[in-house]
């Protein structure tokens, strides 16, 4: 009797932890069968860094920018968000990272 019951466990065990395993590979590994550029678009274009109603900071994962947005001086918050710098992220690490202008306003009126 004891080694019937035994027997039942083991089987019982060796069936959840195959379960288990396919479980495990379905949820690690989502992409299976799909091409590599299915998996790149799969991983969202842009995201939000920041965000304070007058602002807004984006990242471009595609290109690897981030961008800076943010109203007119002197205007409401909810006023249009303009685009004023850009900054590409692939010289992270170097000693010196350069800003890209655009659309800055001229502070000397």
Same mark, same amino acid.
Do not use: W
């Given at each position: ?8 466990? &083991?089987?019982? =065990?060796?069936?959840? &932890? ?7 590979? =379905?949820?690690?590994?989502?992409? &299976? ?47 249009? &968000? ?28």
């Amino acid at each position: 009797m004891f080694k019937v019951f035994s027997t039942r466990i &083991l089987a019982v =065990c060796a069936v959840a &932890l195959a379960v288990a395993l396919i479980a495990l590979a =379905c949820t690690s590994h989502p992409v &299976l069968g799909r091409s590599s550029e299915a998996v790149q678009s799969s991983t969202p274009h842009y995201a939000v860094v920041m965000t304070e109603g007058h602002n807004l900071l984006v990242t471009d994962n595609a290109t690897n920018k981030l961008y800076f947005y943010t109203i007119d001086k002197d205007k409401p918050i909810g006023s249009p &968000l303009k685009l004023r710098a850009s900054v590409d992220l692939t010289k992270v690490g170097a000693d010196e990272i350069r800003i890209t202008p655009h659309n800055v306003e001229k502070l000397d009126k």
